[in-house]
């Protein structure tokens, strides 16, 4: 897959904290300038970060975010600010941006214990070396040792304006640091051994797209290749056949959604059985929880309120999946007379408590962190979260057989099903 077609949401989120004229812009374009394959950068208004998709070798495509300084004043900085701190929630690691010549100060100390209390891997970048009064290597070993004992991280001294002095060692220590949620959050990968069997179902009907598979479907053939396993697709008609013809049990059958109940009927019982949009809920989120949402539905009584929360504002279809469809899942699944209630953006309404229960988006556009700052906010809020693909699932009443390759989210069912 080209740089080009890696979704942002799936690339590595690195963002650069710091005051003011510490340099952050210029560490980015210094880490750029480096790589030939950059993409056209994504520009924010004033207020907003800015965003830059590139290729960073090895570690491969990465958004890296430049913010607004911690020490911005005024009524604007206090929003830019807030826009900053807001930037965590979706970052994978971090670089701290420190003025050489100005030293650490309290707001680096903050946003140090910020990213810790994240867990969000980071390194101290000492910036601006090269304006250092000559003969003070005294005074930079004095902030590395600040940098390490009071931020608690590693120190890079750098010159990022001037000949890229440090900038090689930045990213070899960034490709160090780079958290390895790739294998800890594989697609499927992780379930599966090298020579394991996997069929794939694919309908090819009047919605998929022409001369290609979608990308869910190129991601998950993927992650099977890497793990050596066998990945064998095939169509919901010549299902039957292809089992039959495998010569051994598959390890598991993955399904588009809309044909799950055919597909179903055709696997034998023993073969574990789930779909896309279960496994990408997985991936993305967490399961568990978005089962233990799904149950919600069942409880849902006369006059009770749903919040359905799309997290980007995208072209709405006549018969679109959020206004349209869900709401009329749920009603004739449950029969009553539910309030919904529609939101969309990064934040839930701060009324959020009222609801009983938030069908959330797939999330396509979101990274893994961000989908679980999501839950977790619901969590925060004593409501119940459910996804799309998950909920559909339910209603269809499809959830339990596509989650039976999933111990915890089995468990999660069986355990809300009895409360
Ligand atoms: S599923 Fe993707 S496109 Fe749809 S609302 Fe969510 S983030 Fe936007």
């Not at 009071?150 to 090689?168: D, F, W, Y």
């Not at 701060?350 to 619901?378: F, P």
């Amino acid at each position: 897959m080209s740089m080009n077609e890696t979704p942002r949401s799936n690339r590595l989120h690195i963002a650069l904290f710091g005051r003011r004229n510490a340099g952050k812009s210029s560490v980015i374009n210094a880490i750029v300038k480096q790589d030939i394959a950059v993409v056209s950068p994504v520009l924010g208004t004033t207020t907003d970060p800015v965003y830059k998709a590139m290729e960073l070798l090895p570690i491969g495509p990465v958004v890296l975010i430049d913010t607004a300084g911690l020490d911005d004043e005024g009524e604007l900085g206090e929003l830019r600010k807030q826009k900053t701190y807001e930037v965590l929630n979706k970052t994978d690691m971090a670089l701290l941006i420190i003025d050489s010549t100005v030293g650490v100060t309290a707001f680096d100390r903050d946003i140090a214990d910020k990213l810790r209390s994240k867990s969000i891997p980071a390194i101290a970048v000492l910036n601006k070396i090269d304006l250092l009064p000559h003969g003070s290597e005294e005074s930079l070993k004095q902030l590395a040792v600040a940098a390490k004992e009071e931020l608690n991280l590693l120190p890079i001294p750098v010159s990022a304006a001037v000949g890229q002095q440090g900038i090689s060692e930045l990213k070899k220590a960034i490709t160090q640091a780079v958290p390895d949620e790739e294998d800890k959050f594989r697609i499927v990968g992780d379930l599966l051994s090298p020579g394991d069997l996997v069929v794939l179902v694919v309908p090819i009907d009047k919605a998929a797209p022409k001369g290609r598979l979608i990308l869910p479907q190129q991601q998950v053939i993927r992650d099977i290749l890497e793990s050596d396993a066998i990945s064998v697709v095939t169509k919901e008609h010549e299902l039957r056949q292809t089992l039959e013809s495998l010569g051994r049990k598959p390890r598991m059958v993955i399904t588009d959604s809309q044909v799950f109940l055919k597909v179903a009927a055709d696997t034998p019982k023993d073969i574990p059985l789930t779909s896309f949009s279960i496994l990408f809920a997985r991936h993305k989120g967490d399961l568990e929880q978005l089962v233990r949402g799904a149950r919600a539905i069942d409880g849902l009584k006369d006059g009770d309120k749903v919040l359905i929360a799309e997290s980007c504002t995208h072209h709405q279809q006549p018969d679109d999946i959020g206004k349209v469809k869900i709401p009329r899942w749920i009603l004739q699944a449950t029969g009553k007379q539910i309030q919904f209630d529609f939101a969309n953006g990064m934040k839930f309404p701060d009324n959020v408590r009222d609801y009983s229960l938030i069908v959330h988006c797939g999330g396509c556009m979101l990274n893994r962190r961000q989908m679980l700052w999501r839950i977790e906010q619901a969590e925060e809020a004593g409501v119940p979260i459910v996804n799309y693909g998950v909920a559909i699932a339910h209603v269809q009443g499809i959830l339990e057989r596509a989650i039976s390759p999933f111990p915890l989210a089995r468990l999660a069912w069986e355990e809300s099903g009895v409360l």
